[in-house]
Protein backbone atom coordinates (compact mmCIF):
# COMPACT_ATOMS: atom_id res chain seq x y z
CA UNK A 1 0.00 0.00 0.00
CA UNK A 2 1.20 3.40 -1.01
CA UNK A 3 1.50 5.94 1.97
CA UNK A 4 0.97 10.07 1.56
CA UNK A 5 4.84 10.23 0.71
CA UNK A 6 4.58 7.90 -2.26
CA UNK A 7 2.35 10.67 -3.52
CA UNK A 8 4.96 13.10 -3.82
CA UNK A 9 6.70 13.91 -7.32
CA UNK A 10 9.82 13.63 -7.98
CA UNK A 11 11.78 15.75 -10.94
CA UNK A 12 12.22 12.49 -12.71
CA UNK A 13 8.49 11.95 -12.86
CA UNK A 14 8.04 14.64 -14.88
CA UNK A 15 9.89 12.55 -17.53
CA UNK A 16 6.87 10.83 -18.10
CA UNK A 17 4.37 13.33 -18.86
CA UNK A 18 3.45 11.97 -21.60
CA UNK A 19 2.71 8.64 -21.00
CA UNK A 20 -0.90 9.15 -20.38
CA UNK A 21 -3.54 9.00 -17.98
CA UNK A 22 -6.91 6.65 -18.04
CA UNK A 23 -9.40 7.95 -19.41
CA UNK A 24 -11.67 8.56 -17.02
CA UNK A 25 -8.88 10.99 -14.57
CA UNK A 26 -7.73 13.18 -17.59
CA UNK A 27 -11.58 13.84 -18.21
CA UNK A 28 -11.90 14.58 -14.77
CA UNK A 29 -8.75 17.14 -15.11
CA UNK A 30 -9.90 18.92 -18.17
CA UNK A 31 -13.37 19.77 -16.45
CA UNK A 32 -11.43 21.21 -13.32
CA UNK A 33 -12.98 18.43 -11.42
CA UNK A 34 -10.08 18.14 -9.47
CA UNK A 35 -10.84 16.44 -5.97
CA UNK A 36 -12.56 13.97 -7.79
CA UNK A 37 -9.43 13.22 -9.99
CA UNK A 38 -7.06 13.49 -6.98
CA UNK A 39 -8.86 10.83 -5.13
CA UNK A 40 -9.09 8.31 -8.28
CA UNK A 41 -5.40 8.89 -8.65
CA UNK A 42 -4.51 8.48 -5.33
CA UNK A 43 -6.24 5.33 -5.17
CA UNK A 44 -4.69 3.95 -8.47
CA UNK A 45 -1.10 4.78 -6.34
CA UNK A 46 -2.54 3.12 -3.31
CA UNK A 47 -3.17 -0.22 -5.05
CA UNK A 48 0.37 -0.27 -7.02
CA UNK A 49 -1.14 -2.71 -9.17
CA UNK A 50 0.23 -0.74 -12.36
CA UNK A 51 4.03 0.63 -11.56
CA UNK A 52 4.00 1.55 -15.25
CA UNK A 53 1.31 4.30 -14.54
CA UNK A 54 3.06 5.34 -11.07
CA UNK A 55 5.30 8.78 -12.27
CA UNK A 56 2.63 10.00 -14.51
CA UNK A 57 0.19 10.31 -11.97
CA UNK A 58 3.00 11.45 -9.21
CA UNK A 59 3.30 13.99 -11.83
CA UNK A 60 -0.34 14.91 -12.61
CA UNK A 61 -1.07 15.10 -8.88
CA UNK A 62 1.13 17.07 -8.08
CA UNK A 63 0.14 19.66 -11.55
CA UNK A 64 -3.19 19.42 -10.13
CA UNK A 65 -2.08 21.15 -7.18
CA UNK A 66 -0.27 23.74 -8.85
CA UNK A 67 -2.71 24.42 -11.19
CA UNK A 68 -4.70 25.45 -8.19
CA UNK A 69 -2.34 27.98 -7.07
CA UNK A 70 -1.50 29.26 -9.83
CA UNK A 71 -4.54 29.73 -11.54
CA UNK A 72 -6.27 31.21 -9.09
CA UNK A 73 -8.52 34.43 -10.49
CA UNK A 74 -11.82 33.75 -11.44
CA UNK A 75 -13.94 35.96 -14.12
CA UNK A 76 -15.04 38.20 -12.12
CA UNK A 77 -12.26 38.86 -10.30
CA UNK A 78 -10.21 39.31 -13.83
CA UNK A 79 -13.11 41.75 -15.37
CA UNK A 80 -12.96 44.17 -11.64
CA UNK A 81 -9.57 44.17 -12.01
CA UNK A 82 -9.88 44.98 -15.94
CA UNK A 83 -12.38 47.85 -14.65
CA UNK A 84 -9.59 49.68 -12.62
CA UNK A 85 -8.09 51.08 -15.84
CA UNK A 86 -11.09 50.09 -18.33
CA UNK A 87 -14.14 50.83 -16.78
CA UNK A 88 -16.61 49.66 -19.50
CA UNK A 89 -14.65 46.28 -19.70
CA UNK A 90 -16.87 43.32 -19.58
CA UNK A 91 -17.75 39.66 -20.08
CA UNK A 92 -17.90 40.63 -23.75
CA UNK A 93 -14.80 41.65 -24.12
CA UNK A 94 -13.25 38.97 -21.95
CA UNK A 95 -14.73 36.23 -23.76
CA UNK A 96 -13.36 38.01 -27.44
CA UNK A 97 -9.44 38.15 -25.80
CA UNK A 98 -10.27 34.39 -24.66
CA UNK A 99 -11.18 33.54 -28.61
CA UNK A 100 -8.41 35.48 -29.77
CA UNK A 101 -5.74 33.77 -28.00
CA UNK A 102 -4.72 36.53 -26.07
CA UNK A 103 -5.96 35.45 -22.48
CA UNK A 104 -5.20 31.72 -20.84
CA UNK A 105 -7.16 30.25 -18.84
CA UNK A 106 -7.87 26.39 -17.30
CA UNK A 107 -10.73 24.86 -15.57
CA UNK A 108 -10.58 24.66 -11.70
CA UNK A 109 -13.20 23.00 -9.54
CA UNK A 110 -15.88 23.53 -11.98
CA UNK A 111 -15.20 27.33 -12.87
CA UNK A 112 -12.87 29.11 -15.42
CA UNK A 113 -9.68 30.64 -13.94
CA UNK A 114 -7.19 32.57 -14.54
CA UNK A 115 -3.32 33.88 -14.25
CA UNK A 116 -3.18 36.81 -12.11
CA UNK A 117 -0.02 38.04 -14.87
CA UNK A 118 -2.61 38.15 -17.67
CA UNK A 119 -3.35 41.42 -17.78
CA UNK A 120 0.44 42.98 -17.98
CA UNK A 121 0.20 39.99 -21.09
CA UNK A 122 -2.43 42.39 -22.65
CA UNK A 123 -0.65 45.82 -22.74
CA UNK A 124 1.32 44.09 -25.42
CA UNK A 125 -1.31 44.46 -27.68
CA UNK A 126 -2.62 47.61 -27.53
CA UNK A 127 -5.08 47.94 -30.46
CA UNK A 128 -7.28 44.86 -28.65
CA UNK A 129 -7.41 46.99 -25.18
CA UNK A 130 -7.74 49.98 -25.91
CA UNK A 131 -8.63 51.52 -22.33
CA UNK A 132 -5.76 49.58 -20.65
CA UNK A 133 -1.93 51.61 -20.09
CA UNK A 134 -0.14 50.15 -23.40
CA UNK A 135 3.48 52.18 -22.48
CA UNK A 136 5.58 51.70 -25.63
CA UNK A 137 9.21 49.93 -25.05
CA UNK A 138 12.08 52.56 -24.96
CA UNK A 139 14.51 50.70 -27.38
CA UNK A 140 16.83 53.21 -27.80
CA UNK A 141 19.45 51.48 -25.90
CA UNK A 142 19.05 48.19 -27.54
CA UNK A 143 19.07 49.65 -30.85
CA UNK A 144 22.55 51.54 -30.14
CA UNK A 145 23.92 48.20 -28.79
CA UNK A 146 22.60 46.62 -32.57
CA UNK A 147 24.33 49.26 -34.03
CA UNK A 148 27.53 48.90 -32.04
CA UNK A 149 27.66 44.71 -32.76
CA UNK A 150 26.73 46.09 -36.67
CA UNK A 151 30.09 48.71 -36.87
CA UNK A 152 32.70 46.62 -35.06
CA UNK A 153 32.01 43.10 -35.43
CA UNK A 154 30.48 42.47 -31.51
CA UNK A 155 29.90 44.30 -28.22
CA UNK A 156 31.35 43.74 -25.47
CA UNK A 157 30.19 43.88 -21.33
CA UNK A 158 31.15 43.61 -18.18
CA UNK A 159 28.32 42.91 -15.71
CA UNK A 160 28.42 42.95 -11.46
CA UNK A 161 25.88 40.78 -10.46
CA UNK A 162 24.08 40.23 -7.03
CA UNK A 163 21.48 37.19 -6.96
CA UNK A 164 19.74 36.00 -3.76
CA UNK A 165 16.92 34.01 -2.71
CA UNK A 166 15.77 33.51 0.80
CA UNK A 167 12.39 31.97 2.77
CA UNK A 168 9.84 33.26 2.81
CA UNK A 169 8.31 34.78 6.30
CA UNK A 170 6.20 32.35 6.43
CA UNK A 171 8.66 29.16 5.95
CA UNK A 172 9.40 27.44 9.08
CA UNK A 173 13.22 27.11 9.52
CA UNK A 174 14.46 26.30 12.42
CA UNK A 175 18.30 26.37 13.95
CA UNK A 176 18.37 22.72 13.01
CA UNK A 177 16.66 22.81 9.80
CA UNK A 178 18.61 21.22 7.06
CA UNK A 179 18.29 23.70 4.55
CA UNK A 180 20.04 23.47 0.59
CA UNK A 181 19.99 26.33 -1.79
CA UNK A 182 21.22 26.88 -5.35
CA UNK A 183 21.46 30.06 -7.27
CA UNK A 184 22.30 30.51 -11.25
CA UNK A 185 25.84 31.30 -12.44
CA UNK A 186 27.01 32.82 -15.80
CA UNK A 187 28.35 29.48 -18.38
CA UNK A 188 28.60 29.20 -22.24
CA UNK A 189 30.51 30.36 -24.77
CA UNK A 190 29.69 33.92 -24.12
CA UNK A 191 31.24 33.95 -20.85
CA UNK A 192 34.87 34.26 -19.47
CA UNK A 193 36.44 35.59 -16.46
CA UNK A 194 33.83 34.87 -13.43
CA UNK A 195 35.07 35.96 -10.74
CA UNK A 196 32.95 34.95 -7.44
CA UNK A 197 33.27 38.63 -5.33
CA UNK A 198 31.26 37.92 -2.41
CA UNK A 199 28.75 35.00 -1.38
CA UNK A 200 26.91 33.36 1.94
CA UNK A 201 29.92 30.94 3.61
CA UNK A 202 29.87 27.24 2.46
CA UNK A 203 29.38 28.34 -1.22
CA UNK A 204 30.27 25.35 -3.53
CA UNK A 205 30.24 26.13 -7.39
CA UNK A 206 29.73 23.99 -9.98
CA UNK A 207 32.05 23.62 -12.94
CA UNK A 208 31.54 25.32 -15.75
CA UNK A 209 30.39 22.45 -18.01
CA UNK A 210 27.53 22.07 -15.58
CA UNK A 211 23.94 21.68 -17.73
CA UNK A 212 22.55 24.46 -15.28
CA UNK A 213 25.55 26.05 -13.41
CA UNK A 214 25.30 26.79 -9.96
CA UNK A 215 26.20 28.19 -6.50
CA UNK A 216 24.99 25.73 -3.80
CA UNK A 217 24.83 25.70 -0.14
CA UNK A 218 23.56 23.54 2.57
CA UNK A 219 23.70 24.99 5.57
CA UNK A 220 21.49 24.37 9.01
CA UNK A 221 19.26 26.94 9.97
CA UNK A 222 19.54 29.85 7.33
CA UNK A 223 17.15 31.05 5.30
CA UNK A 224 19.06 33.34 3.26
CA UNK A 225 21.73 33.04 0.54
CA UNK A 226 23.48 35.48 -1.87
CA UNK A 227 26.30 35.85 -4.31
CA UNK A 228 28.20 38.24 -6.00
CA UNK A 229 30.39 37.86 -8.76
CA UNK A 230 31.71 39.51 -11.77
CA UNK A 231 32.05 38.41 -16.09
CA UNK A 232 32.57 39.36 -19.10
CA UNK A 233 29.92 38.58 -21.84
CA UNK A 234 30.65 38.98 -25.26
CA UNK A 235 28.20 39.17 -28.15
CA UNK A 236 30.00 38.40 -31.47
CA UNK A 237 27.80 39.27 -34.26
CA UNK A 238 27.38 37.86 -37.81
CA UNK A 239 24.94 38.51 -40.69
CA UNK A 240 22.84 36.00 -41.67
CA UNK A 241 21.16 37.44 -44.40
CA UNK A 242 24.02 38.07 -46.58
CA UNK A 243 24.90 35.89 -49.89
CA UNK A 244 27.18 35.04 -48.55
CA UNK A 245 27.16 34.98 -44.34
CA UNK A 246 31.57 35.27 -42.55
CA UNK A 247 31.72 33.63 -39.19
CA UNK A 248 31.74 36.05 -36.57
CA UNK A 249 35.10 37.16 -35.07
CA UNK A 250 36.66 34.76 -32.18
CA UNK A 251 37.99 35.90 -29.17
CA UNK A 252 40.64 33.46 -27.32
CA UNK A 253 39.08 34.50 -23.83
CA UNK A 254 35.98 32.85 -24.54
CA UNK A 255 35.89 28.81 -25.12
CA UNK A 256 33.42 28.02 -28.39
CA UNK A 257 30.47 25.66 -27.30
CA UNK A 258 31.19 21.83 -27.16
CA UNK A 259 30.57 20.31 -30.41
CA UNK A 260 27.26 19.18 -31.76
CA UNK A 261 26.26 15.57 -30.85
CA UNK A 262 23.41 13.14 -31.32
CA UNK A 263 21.44 14.45 -28.06
CA UNK A 264 21.25 18.37 -30.66
CA UNK A 265 19.02 16.58 -33.12
CA UNK A 266 16.83 14.07 -31.12
CA UNK A 267 13.63 14.12 -29.37
CA UNK A 268 13.87 15.21 -25.88
CA UNK A 269 10.46 14.37 -23.89
CA UNK A 270 8.50 15.64 -22.50
CA UNK A 271 8.31 18.67 -24.63
CA UNK A 272 10.36 18.49 -27.68
CA UNK A 273 8.95 15.79 -29.37
CA UNK A 274 8.39 15.18 -32.63
CA UNK A 275 4.67 14.53 -32.90
CA UNK A 276 2.86 13.86 -36.02
CA UNK A 277 1.76 17.50 -36.49
CA UNK A 278 4.94 19.08 -36.22
CA UNK A 279 6.36 16.33 -38.30
CA UNK A 280 3.61 17.72 -40.93
CA UNK A 281 4.69 21.21 -40.37
CA UNK A 282 8.42 20.92 -41.17
CA UNK A 283 7.58 18.96 -44.03
CA UNK A 284 5.91 21.81 -45.64
CA UNK A 285 8.81 24.36 -44.27
CA UNK A 286 11.24 22.87 -45.78
CA UNK A 287 9.67 21.72 -48.81
CA UNK A 288 11.61 24.02 -51.36
CA UNK A 289 15.03 23.96 -48.71
CA UNK A 290 17.58 20.77 -49.45
CA UNK A 291 18.77 18.90 -46.99
CA UNK A 292 22.24 20.07 -47.58
CA UNK A 293 21.22 23.48 -46.47
CA UNK A 294 20.83 23.78 -42.90
CA UNK A 295 20.94 27.16 -42.90
CA UNK A 296 18.38 27.94 -45.12
CA UNK A 297 16.32 25.25 -42.84
CA UNK A 298 16.57 26.87 -39.62
CA UNK A 299 16.15 30.67 -41.67
CA UNK A 300 12.74 28.86 -42.77
CA UNK A 301 11.75 27.86 -38.83
CA UNK A 302 12.81 31.03 -37.33
CA UNK A 303 10.59 32.76 -39.70
CA UNK A 304 7.67 30.79 -39.26
CA UNK A 305 8.29 31.07 -35.53
CA UNK A 306 8.73 34.55 -34.94
CA UNK A 307 6.30 35.54 -37.64
CA UNK A 308 3.13 33.50 -36.80
CA UNK A 309 3.40 32.36 -32.97
CA UNK A 310 2.29 35.60 -30.80
CA UNK A 311 3.74 36.26 -27.16
CA UNK A 312 1.49 35.39 -24.36
CA UNK A 313 2.56 35.07 -20.51
CA UNK A 314 2.51 31.34 -19.89
CA UNK A 315 1.61 29.39 -16.59
CA UNK A 316 4.46 27.48 -14.84
CA UNK A 317 6.17 24.69 -17.38
CA UNK A 318 5.54 21.83 -15.24
CA UNK A 319 1.53 23.03 -16.54
CA UNK A 320 2.59 22.42 -19.98
CA UNK A 321 1.82 19.46 -22.00
CA UNK A 322 4.20 18.75 -24.89
CA UNK A 323 5.55 22.53 -25.41
CA UNK A 324 7.23 22.34 -28.79
CA UNK A 325 3.73 20.97 -30.41
CA UNK A 326 1.27 22.85 -28.28
CA UNK A 327 2.55 25.71 -29.64
CA UNK A 328 2.77 24.95 -32.74
CA UNK A 329 -0.86 24.62 -32.89
CA UNK A 330 -1.94 27.65 -30.68
CA UNK A 331 0.77 29.70 -31.93
CA UNK A 332 1.57 31.23 -28.11
CA UNK A 333 4.57 31.77 -25.86
CA UNK A 334 7.07 32.93 -24.09
CA UNK A 335 10.78 33.29 -24.46
CA UNK A 336 11.10 29.44 -23.41
CA UNK A 337 8.21 27.98 -25.35
CA UNK A 338 9.22 30.18 -28.38
CA UNK A 339 12.72 28.66 -28.24
CA UNK A 340 11.87 24.90 -27.68
CA UNK A 341 9.54 25.23 -30.90
CA UNK A 342 12.39 26.47 -33.00
CA UNK A 343 14.79 24.02 -31.08
CA UNK A 344 11.96 21.01 -32.21
CA UNK A 345 11.92 22.53 -36.14
CA UNK A 346 15.30 22.85 -36.63
CA UNK A 347 15.73 19.03 -35.52
CA UNK A 348 13.11 17.98 -37.46
CA UNK A 349 14.84 19.60 -40.31
CA UNK A 350 18.56 18.10 -39.94
CA UNK A 351 19.68 21.08 -37.88
CA UNK A 352 21.44 20.82 -34.53
CA UNK A 353 19.99 22.53 -31.73
CA UNK A 354 20.30 23.50 -27.99
CA UNK A 355 19.07 25.09 -25.42
CA UNK A 356 20.54 28.49 -23.30
CA UNK A 357 18.75 30.46 -20.89
CA UNK A 358 19.43 32.37 -18.14
CA UNK A 359 18.53 36.36 -17.38
CA UNK A 360 18.13 39.53 -19.34
CA UNK A 361 20.35 41.91 -18.03
CA UNK A 362 19.40 45.55 -19.19
CA UNK A 363 20.60 48.76 -17.48
CA UNK A 364 17.25 48.99 -16.14
CA UNK A 365 15.69 45.41 -16.09
CA UNK A 366 17.47 41.93 -14.87
CA UNK A 367 14.76 39.16 -15.12
CA UNK A 368 14.25 35.48 -16.65
CA UNK A 369 14.64 34.54 -20.41
CA UNK A 370 15.35 31.44 -22.53
CA UNK A 371 16.67 31.59 -26.02
CA UNK A 372 17.98 28.82 -28.65
CA UNK A 373 21.68 27.90 -30.61
CA UNK A 374 22.07 26.27 -33.82
CA UNK A 375 24.83 24.92 -35.46
CA UNK A 376 25.70 25.91 -38.78
CA UNK A 377 28.84 23.76 -40.81
CA UNK A 378 31.66 26.48 -41.24
CA UNK A 379 29.77 29.59 -39.18
CA UNK A 380 29.64 27.45 -35.33
CA UNK A 381 27.10 28.21 -33.29
CA UNK A 382 24.69 30.92 -33.40
CA UNK A 383 21.64 32.27 -31.39
CA UNK A 384 18.26 32.49 -31.99
CA UNK A 385 16.05 34.78 -29.51
CA UNK A 386 12.60 34.18 -31.88
CA UNK A 387 10.78 35.89 -28.42
CA UNK A 388 12.61 39.22 -29.33
CA UNK A 389 11.98 38.38 -32.85
CA UNK A 390 8.32 38.01 -32.77
CA UNK A 391 8.80 41.40 -30.28
CA UNK A 392 10.25 43.06 -33.46
CA UNK A 393 8.02 41.90 -36.08
CA UNK A 394 4.72 43.15 -33.67
CA UNK A 395 6.22 46.05 -33.71
CA UNK A 396 7.14 46.37 -37.47
CA UNK A 397 10.91 46.19 -37.10
CA UNK A 398 12.32 43.87 -39.84
CA UNK A 399 15.35 44.85 -39.12
CA UNK A 400 15.66 43.91 -35.48
CA UNK A 401 13.85 40.71 -36.10
CA UNK A 402 16.45 39.56 -38.54
CA UNK A 403 19.21 40.80 -36.09
CA UNK A 404 18.00 37.98 -33.56
CA UNK A 405 18.83 35.42 -36.37
CA UNK A 406 22.21 34.26 -35.27
CA UNK A 407 22.77 37.25 -32.72
CA UNK A 408 22.53 38.05 -29.25
CA UNK A 409 22.97 41.44 -27.33
CA UNK A 410 25.36 41.86 -24.48
CA UNK A 411 22.85 42.22 -21.91
CA UNK A 412 23.05 38.48 -20.91
CA UNK A 413 23.90 36.09 -18.17
CA UNK A 414 23.65 32.48 -19.34
CA UNK A 415 23.75 30.02 -17.23
CA UNK A 416 21.92 26.74 -18.76
CA UNK A 417 22.82 25.28 -21.74
CA UNK A 418 20.14 22.68 -21.25
CA UNK A 419 16.23 22.13 -20.45
CA UNK A 420 15.35 19.48 -17.78
CA UNK A 421 18.64 18.82 -16.75
CA UNK A 422 19.75 18.55 -12.82
CA UNK A 423 21.39 21.11 -10.91
CA UNK A 424 24.87 20.07 -9.29
CA UNK A 425 24.31 18.37 -6.95
CA UNK A 426 20.91 16.97 -8.25
CA UNK A 427 17.96 18.23 -6.35
CA UNK A 428 16.35 14.89 -5.13
CA UNK A 429 13.16 16.55 -4.39
CA UNK A 430 10.75 18.30 -6.38
CA UNK A 431 12.28 21.46 -7.46
CA UNK A 432 9.85 24.83 -8.27
CA UNK A 433 11.32 24.79 -11.83
CA UNK A 434 12.21 20.82 -12.78
CA UNK A 435 12.80 22.35 -16.50
CA UNK A 436 15.22 25.76 -15.76
CA UNK A 437 16.92 27.21 -13.39
CA UNK A 438 17.03 31.14 -13.85
CA UNK A 439 16.21 32.36 -10.49
CA UNK A 440 17.11 29.74 -7.77
CA UNK A 441 15.68 26.77 -5.51
CA UNK A 442 14.99 25.67 -2.23
CA UNK A 443 14.92 22.59 0.13
CA UNK A 444 13.86 22.79 3.87
CA UNK A 445 14.12 19.81 5.81
CA UNK A 446 13.76 17.77 2.95
CA UNK A 447 10.81 19.59 1.08
CA UNK A 448 11.26 21.75 -2.13
CA UNK A 449 10.30 25.64 -1.75
CA UNK A 450 7.69 26.56 -4.29
CA UNK A 451 7.78 30.19 -5.89
CA UNK A 452 5.52 31.30 -3.02
CA UNK A 453 7.77 30.06 -0.47
CA UNK A 454 10.83 31.91 -2.19
CA UNK A 455 12.12 35.62 -2.12
CA UNK A 456 13.85 36.64 -4.82
CA UNK A 457 16.56 39.27 -4.98
CA UNK A 458 18.65 40.31 -8.66
CA UNK A 459 20.94 43.62 -9.05
CA UNK A 460 23.13 43.92 -12.18
CA UNK A 461 25.50 46.54 -12.49
CA UNK A 462 26.55 46.81 -16.58
CA UNK A 463 30.11 48.52 -17.88
CA UNK A 464 32.06 48.47 -21.12
CA UNK A 465 35.14 47.00 -20.87
Not at 74 to 92: D, H, L, N, V
Amino acid sequence: MATAGNYQATNEDFKHLNDGLPADMSRLIAAGAFDDALRLIEAELDAGARPELAACLRAERARILRTRRDFSVTREGIIAEIQKEWPEFGAGELDTLIDHGRIDWRYVDGEQRFLASCIDSLRNYPAEVPGLDCPPTDRTEQHAVIDQMRAQGFAERRIRMRLGVAAADAVEVSPQSKVRAWLPLPAGPQVADLRIVDSTPGIRVAPEDAPQRTAYWEAAGEREFFVEFEYAVRAPYVDLWADDPAPAAGDPRFAPAPAPCAADLAEDAPHVVFTPYLRALAQRLFRDVPEGDALGRARAAYDWVTNNVDYRFQPAYVLLDSIADSCAKSLRADCGVFALTFMALCRLGGVPARWQSGLYVAPDHVGPHDWAMFYIEGLGWLWADCSFGSSARREGNEARRRFYFGNLGPWRMPANSAFFAPLTPADDVLRNDPFDNQTGEMVVDGVGLSRYEMVETREATITEP
